[in-house]
Nanobody, 125 residues
Framework: QVQLVESGGGLVQAGGSLRLSCAASGRLSSNYVMGWFRQAPGKEREFVACINRSGGNTYNADSVKGRFTISRDNAKNTVYLQLNSVGSEDTAVYYC??????????????????WGQGTQVTVSS
């Protein structure tokens, strides 16, 4: 069983930066691919980024490529999402997720077995 707790959300000005953290109980290095998703008001949850068990491979959604970076520290059981050059379109609740490694990473929410409660990111203009 894995429990995930996100933190680091808040209000940020357009063009600014923010770093989200996801602290996990249990050992993240134990076969879990980690992902970040987000959900804006009135919209469906969408994939943002994911990272493999070792942290050597990452995959970002086209909408955040070049701006957001996912990373992980297995020794600290923590996953991060660095948000740079944010815009109003990035306002959403951001969710951390963990999925048992099936030999590939995925942007599908169905792949992930555990979810955090979410942290709100609001971008002001």
């Amino acid at each position: 069983q894995v429990q995930l707790v996100e933190s680091g959300g808040g209000l940020v000005q357009a063009g600014g930066s923010l770093r989200l953290s996801c602290a996990a109980s249990g050992r993240l290095s134990s076969n879990y691919v980690m992902g970040w998703f987000r959900q804006a008001p009135g919209k469906e949850r969408e994939f943002v980024a994911c990272i493999n068990r070792s942290g050597g491979n990452t995959y970002n959604a086209d909408s955040v490529k070049g701006r957001f970076t996912i990373s992980r520290d297995n020794a600290k059981n923590t996953v991060y999402l660095q948000l740079n050059s944010v815009g109003s379109e990035d306002t959403a609740v951001y969710y951390c997720s963990a999925g048992r490694d099936r030999g590939y990473a995925s942007g599908s929410s169905d792949y992930y077995d555990y979810w955090g409660q979410g942290t709100q990111v609001t971008v002001s203009s």
